[in-house]
């Protein structure tokens, strides 16, 4: 059974984010105390100190994307690191939205260094460019997005399977969105994200991002990387990837799908929250015999997952 390694994207994140791995893992702790320091020489900023501020609660939105998108890249790409070093090996990648930078770097598309620096520059684009927005994920089957009328104030962002999908619109427009969203009695969740990612109002950033795509030394793959901009694999990212991920819609189910079809596979989630492989539970077909793990989430036992996960691996 294949081992597919998934890269969440921009809304994942919150504080104190792999602490207990930092804690207690040598190879986790080592790689994002190396990559902080790369980010602090090209921001000022130790995401490390930030991340894990003791006052810091894991309910505060961590949304100033400076910080929160290196910080994302290094969680996930640690994570990945510690569970190699931990003999629990890739056989693909695969990535969403801002998580595609992990995901291609662990499938030997970027260098490390380079990766964190197209990470850094992306949200320095971003937040100079763009008008603030954000995101919510709806819980409710997407044909609601047309028939609540959405289509023209917000923009569909990812239909990750029957009875989820997510919203892009300016931040006034997304309070109004979810106002109607409660009269309705729906639940819903809004992302930390400053953004309207995946949505026409990034596109001022268009520019400047495809000359950063462009500047980005990228190889060739080593390891399969499916990109949910695309919904397959991707040998080389080209001039304008590293928009794409950005401005394309998420289809990560149609991702999935190409890989179901070539087999079962062992997903295991290196986002911060678990929340691809929640998703997976969701959209596997009822009779797949593939099998979905995480191991960070929000509410703990991080470590404990890391260790019944490489058992797993070992038995």
Known sequence: M???????????QYYQMGQAL???????RQSMLSMDQVVRRLTGHSVVQVLYQEDRRKSEAFDRLLLSHPALFMVEYALARALIAAGVVPDATLGASAGTFAAAT??????????????????????????????????????????????????????NFSSHFVVSAPSAELDRIAAELDKRLLIWQRLPVPFAFHSRWIDSARSACEDLSWSVRCR???????????????????RSYFWDIARRPIRFGEAIAKLERQGPCRYIDVGPAGTLSTLLKHGLPADS??????????????????NALVAMGAA
């Open 220 to 238: 060739s793959a080593s390891l399969p990387l499916l990109c949910c901009s695309e919904a397959d694999v991707v040998v080389r990212p080209g």
């Open 22 to 28: 930092l804690a207690q893992n040598d190879e986790f």
């Open 106 to 159: 662990v499938a030997g598309c970027l260098e490390v260094d380079d990766a964190l620096a197209a990470v850094v520059q992306q949200a320095r684009i971003f937040e100079a460019c763009c008008e603030p927005g954000g995101m919510l994920a709806v819980l409710g089957e997407p044909a609601l997005y047309e028939r609540l009328g959405l289509a023209g104030r917000s923009e569909l962002a990812s239909v």
């Open 2 to 12: 294949r081992t597919v390694f998934m890269f969440s994207g921009q809304g994942s």
């Open 289 to 306: 015999a593939s099998r979905a793990h995480m191991v960070l989430t929000p509410y703990g036992q991080d470590v404990r997952n890391f």
